[in-house]
């Protein structure tokens, strides 16, 4: 590959980086951001063909998988969400799980020492 092309692809690349980042700089909610929401608007801005959009949208996930602010979510509210969003809610849940396992041996407890 010549240094041309090199130079070409980087470009490109550079181009759907400064798109991607300046739509999620845009998004305001806490909510995820729809996967088809961020890959129409790019789609938009870049003035893409159907054919460059089913093309982009690997690099577009690929991007979203290696920033470090954002992740893409699974399920039927996934899409793309800040870290720290998704973060808070694990922890809020570890946080709820070790409530209920405690309250659960304080119970266990309570009705083995029932038993003797």
């Not at 980087?10 to 759907?16: A, E, P, S, V």
């Not at 849940?93 to 304080?106: C, M, S, T, W, Y």
């Amino acid at each position: 590959m010549s240094k041309n092309s090199i130079e070409l692809i980087k470009n490109k690349l550079g181009i759907i980086g400064d798109v991607i980042e300046e739509e999620l700089s845009n998004w305001k909610s806490l909510e995820c951001m729809p996967y088809d929401t961020l890959t129409n608007n790019i789609t938009d801005k870049l003035n893409w063909s159907e054919k460059d959009y089913i093309k982009n949208k690997a690099i577009i996930r690929w991007y979203i998988s290696e920033h470090d602010e954002w992740t893409s979510v699974r399920g039927a509210k996934g899409g793309v969400q800040r870290k720290a969003v998704v973060d808070a809610k694990k922890e809020a849940n570890d946080k709820k799980i070790a409530i209920k396992n405690e309250v659960l041996a304080k119970i266990e407890k309570a009705f083995s020492n029932d038993e003797k």
